[in-house]
């Protein structure tokens, strides 16, 4: 089974179309944990409802304390051999599910990812990391988790692409990982941003081997006015 952990706050403009797609999986055996941070606007209405119409749907209802204390809730509450993280603005493609865990128990791998689409207004924008599958253990495992970071070398003519591997959605990963690791999501008003990136640094450094999916799973949502990534942060540094 693969918990999707989707944290919400005031999304109720998009959090049904997020699990709709997930809900609609062609890979059928998920649980759906849903956190709702707080909410004032009628998402947890939304949410509600969607528990009661689907058995796989749970809704955690919290004080207002942010997408890193969210996420953590929901890994407390998963269950099942896998993991997967889902914004709510955000959706999949209805066959990610199953090619993620075809990848995942084929290659015996502890993280499996993929590609995405930068979804704006009126135009998507696919962003494909290598055309190709690729299989990280050992040495190239050491430089996948390096690249978390950023890119070096020549790609540094790529600047765009710095957020492209960190993030904690677009990624299937096995759940007893997270214990390996001790890792956690650690508050973006201790740390600032990059909060996914810090965290997948303990996971990719535990993993034995990691595979790359070259699909577009993942539509990433790029107008989402609230979003972290467009708040400007003057003591980032």
Sequence with gaps: MISVIVPVYNAEAYVSRCLESILNQTYRDIRVVCVNDGSTDGTGAILEDFRRRDSR?????????????SRNAGLE???????????????LDEHACADAVKAMRGRD?????????????????P??????????????????????LGPGGAELARPERMDSYGTAWGKLYRRSLFRDAEAAFVDTALIGSAEDVLCNLSLFGAARRAVYIPSTFYHYRKTASGALTRRYKPDLV
């Design 127 to 148: 962003v494909l990391f290598w055309p190709e599958e690729r299989v990280f253990e050992g040495e190239a495992m050491a430089w996948l988790r390096t690249r978390l």
């Design 57 to 69: 749907v749970e809704v955690l209802a919290r004080e207002n304390s942010g997408l890193s204390a």
């Design 77 to 91: 509450r998963a269950d099942g051999e896998y993991v997967m993280f889902a914004d709510a603005d955000d959706w």
């Design 109 to 125: 791998a502890d993280i499996v990812f993929w590609s995405y689409v930068k979804e704006y207004e009126s135009v998507s924008s």
